[in-house]
Nanobody, 114 residues
Framework: QVQLVESGGGLVQAGGSLRLSCAVSGRTFSRYDMGWYRQAPGKEREFVARINWNDETTYYRDSVKGRFTISRDNAKNMVHLQMNSLKPEDTAIYYC???????WGQGTQVTVSS
């Protein structure tokens, strides 16, 4: 059974930082690209960042470039999202996803106050 469990969300003031983590079990983690997505109230889920399976290539949506950093630890089956200089518009539920599969985590709430 595949499980993706996010953690690290919370309430932070604008300009602050949070580090999200996603622990993965049930698949050979190192074979898959991993992604972070988010969904704000009343909006569709959107792509945030992606890291390829061998940790050599990353992708970001334009609005988070220079502020967010995705990383992975294949030895620990974990993917992280370091979020700096947070803005109120970053408020959303953040999900990790094993790319190429239908496997999603349950999400973690990030709220940025102005």
């Amino acid at each position: 059974q595949v499980q993706l469990v996010e953690s690290g969300g919370g309430l932070v003031q604008a300009g602050g930082s949070l580090r999200l983590s996603c622990a993965v079990s049930g698949r050979t983690f190192s074979r898959y690209d991993m992604g972070w997505y988010r969904q704000a109230p009343g909006k569709e889920r959107e792509f945030v960042a992606r890291i390829n399976w061998n940790d050599e290539t990353t992708y970001y949506r334009d609005s988070v470039k220079g502020r967010f950093t995705i990383s992975r630890d294949n030895a620990k089956n974990m993917v992280h999202l370091q979020m700096n200089s947070l803005k109120p518009e970053d408020t959303a539920i953040y999900y990790c996803k094993m790319e190429g599969t239908l496997d999603w985590g349950q999400g973690t709430q990030v709220t940025v106050s102005s």
